[in-house]
């Protein structure tokens, strides 16, 4: 059983396009999260929700739109796309803060 | 702005040497996380440090927090191929679900038969 699912795995689109990315983790955590890393392997986070509240939205711009339907899924997605959103998205569930478990990303190719 | 340093970048070593990857802040931490990830997977949790001076073994990897919660660092012993990687040291920034995940810039090992 995956722990912590993303799709797509990979993702190529054109400039302006809109897309979405979706996460779902059967952990039971109560917090998930997105992760943004770029080509240097530099981890940074964008958001959290906890319980399918919005706690942290690190300076994302406005086209990033994340959405947690329950608190076992956080999607993410992305309007007018730019070729610097080109990176790896990952999506994590922690409980408590704890080791947080990473999905095994999806790969975003903006062409 | 919290950051964390992570030294070295790069590292290859032969198979059977001893290394050290080091993570530095000026800012303290609640926790300090070590994962590793591999090429096309996402980071993978190696181990918690909690309390200041903390040692933590795992099979050949041995792992410190520094008494003041700024530092850590990850040895490995006799390093095998196997352990060619991405490390990551995270630090955990607030408290519980409010909480984030602050990263150092990884250290990409090459371990060499």
């Known amino acids: 059983d995956t722990a912590v699912s993303q799709t797509p795995k990979y993702l190529v689109t054109q400039m302006g396009n809109d897309k979405s990315i979706k996460c779902e983790q059967n952990l039971g955590h109560d917090t998930m999260y997105w992760y943004k890393q770029d080509s240097k392997k530099f981890l940074k986070i964008m958001f959290s929700y906890n319980n399918k509240e919005l706690i942290i939205n690190e300076t994302v711009p406005n086209r990033f739109s994340p959405k947690s339907p329950d608190k076992a899924h956080l999607n993410l997605h992305i309007n007018s796309l730019e070729l610097g959103d080109s990176a790896v998205y990952f999506c994590?569930?922690?409980?408590?803060?704890?080791?947080?478990?990473f999905g095994s990303g999806t790969r975003l190719t903006v062409v | 702005t919290q950051l964390l340093e992570q030294s070295p970048q790069f590292l290859s070593i032969q198979e059977g040497e001893n290394l050290t990857v080091y993570c530095n802040s000026s800012?303290?931490?609640?926790?300090l996380q070590w994962y590793r990830q591999e090429p096309g997977e996402g980071p993978v949790l190696l181990v918690t440090v909690v309390t200041g001076g903390e040692v933590k073994k795992l099979k050949r990897l041995t792992f410190q927090f520094g008494d003041a919660r700024k530092d850590s660092s990850l040895h490995i012993t006799a390093a095998q191929p196997g352990d060619t990687g991405l490390y990551l040291c995270a630090g955990a920034s607030g408290s519980g679900n409010t909480g984030k995940l602050i990263f150092g810039q990884g250290t990409t090992l090459q371990v060499k038969p």
């Open positions: 800012s303290v931490f609640s926790s």
């Open positions: 994590a569930s922690s409980q408590g803060g704890n080791g947080y478990t």
